[in-house]
């Protein structure tokens, strides 16, 4: 028998598809219930494109299942610095944690500018680097970047927080 016949399917990979097939529904019920509004710029509506993803979502779930069933597995990580026989580096996940909670936290009273350099620079120092000056240069040129792209580009306005008035 070949390496392939003897595989067993992975059966925690079913649940992958079990979840895709479940968001394909929820997806597909959700646009359904969207209000058929035409006119003449958009005589089908919004209700097509939702239903097609979860239309996607479905077929995707059972092409997978198939796989899975037949001992489908997926490429090993093949990343140069992961090892995937290390334990979890808690410190690291924990202080990315930190930094999302401060952001959540602050993002209404302070902004986005400042919560969002609290949250890159947060990061910067969860993931090892040292450069602290630096990294709130950085820190605040990607906030005030994004807090601008929002504003102009998508026409989404970030909370400006004690900066209402100055940005």
């Known amino acids: 028998m070949t390496e392939a ?5 992975d059966r925690a990979q079913f649940g992958v598809c079990g979840f895709l097939a479940v968001v394909g529904v929820l997806v597909i019920v959700d646009a359904a219930r969207i209000r ?3 006119n003449s710029n958009d005589p089908i509506g919004p209700k097509p494109v ?3 993803l979860g239309v996607l979502l479905l077929v995707v779930a059972v092409l997978y299942a198939v796989d899975v069933a037949r001992g489908g597995t997926g490429e090993a990580e093949a990343g ?8 979890v580096d808690w410190k690291t996940v924990l202080l990315l944690v930190g930094a999302f909670v401060v952001n959540l ?3 209404e009273p302070l902004g986005w500018v400042i919560s969002g350099t609290l949250l890159f620079w947060g990061s910067a120092f969860a993931l090892g680097s040292r ?3 630096r990294n709130v240069f950085i820190a605040v040129a990607l906030s005030l970047t994004t807090f601008y792209a929002f504003a102009i580009g998508l026409g989404v306005n970030l909370p400006a927080g004690v900066l ?4």
């Open 36 to 38: 058929h509004i035409a």
């Open 105 to 107: 936290a602050v993002i």
């Open 80 to 87: 140069e610095d992961v090892d995937p026989t290390l334990p």
């Open 5 to 9: 016949a003897t595989r067993r399917p």
């Open 131 to 133: 450069h602290h000056i």
């Open 50 to 52: 939702p239903i097609v």
């Open 164 to 167: 209402q008035g100055i940005l």
